[in-house]
């Protein structure tokens, strides 16, 4: 088949690709937001909005140059400061009311440095978990399957694919601008799942193509086996990919602000995923196996 056939060039372009990532990601850095800095969120509803550059003036006055204002809905504000003592926060409550545009607090939140330090650390234990579960989940699932590869083996190019599908979108992410936020790590939590699906889904229609065929014998039966696996399960992968990724582009064009992060997030990682479980998982499975056939 074509992608096995040509697998030095997706591994080198997924391989490229991952490294670009990782480049922007080291000179942009990452923009965590105030849950895992430390910091205070003040959102504000009017009748009618005042612009937001008559807001920052009115917040830099107060002696709130450095906050953060964002847009939120069709008539509201999100403001991120420093942590706020009480006196602080009416102070920035305040501010917000401008001439006749009365502002009416909506909620108010206040996170500690050391706190934020605690969810980033939590969020990256999370992450790290997941990994080493679906690394045991995998393993176990293919127990049975010792002929050409381990079952191990498959665990540990699943999570290669996996590393593959969380650095992309987070270069990308971080290109853009996009704060880290709670929503942010639930989203990357989601693509581990979404991602391991799919390439589960591939690496079990090997499984079943090794088990009619009595096993592979030789380097080449094992590729074709891969490859016709591929071609099974392309179609099914895409199509499936696709309904997904008309939802996720409704939800951030159409679905509230608050949710927008969380499916860009989505949105990139099921794009990323569905290339790494065809073009990837599978043809590097070949590649790391090659010493265990027999010629």
């Known amino acids: ?94 501010a917000t009311s401008i001439g006749e545009a009365t502002s009416n607090t909506e909620r108010f939140n206040s996170i500690g440095p050391s706190v934020g330090r605690e969810l980033r650390t939590k969020s ?61 790590v639930v989203g990357l939590l989601s693509i581990l799942g979404l991602s391991v699906n799919d390439t589960i889904v591939v690496f079990d229609r090997i499984r079943e193509n090794l088990a009619d065929d009595g096993g592979a014998t030789n380097r080449e039966a094992f590729t074709s086996t891969v490859g016709n696996a591929i071609h099974d399960t392309m179609t099914r992968s895409i199509f499936t990919s696709l309904t997904l990724v008309v939802v996720l582009l409704a939800l951030y064009f159409a679905g509230p602000v608050a949710t927008r992060t969380l499916s860009l997030v989505l949105l990139l990682g099921t794009i990323v995923g569905t290339y790494s479980s065809i073009f990837l998982a599978s043809p590097l499975l070949t590649v790391l196996v090659k010493k265990k056939v027999t010629k």
Not at 40 to 67: C, I, K, N, Q
Not at 127 to 148: D, E, H, M, N, Q
Not at 151 to 179: F, R
Request: net charge negative; charged share 20%; aromatic share 10%.
């Open 1 to 94: 088949m074509f992608i096995t056939k040509h697998k030095t060039w997706f591994i080198g372009f997924s391989t490229l690709l991952v490294l670009v990532s990782l480049i922007v990601i080291g000179v942009r850095g990452l923009d965590y937001g105030i849950e895992f800095t430390g910091g205070s969120v003040l959102e504000v509803s009017y009748e009618e909005r005042p612009e937001v550059a008559d807001l920052r003036d009115a917040l830099a006055e107060a002696g709130f140059e450095d906050a953060l204002v964002q847009p939120f809905g069709d008539n509201g504000y999100v403001i991120k400061t420093k942590p706020l003592s009480e006196d602080e926060r009416k102070t920035l409550v305040a």
């Open 124 to 184: 990256l234990y999370a992450l790290i978990a997941v990994s080493i579960g679906i690394v045991l989940f995998v393993a176990y699932a293919f127990r049975k399957v010792s002929k050409p590869v381990s079952s191990w083996t498959y665990g540990i190019v699943a999570v290669l694919a996996l590393i593959h599908d969380i650095i992309i979108p987070v270069g990308i992410l971080t290109l853009m601008g996009t704060e880290i936020d709670t929503l942010y």
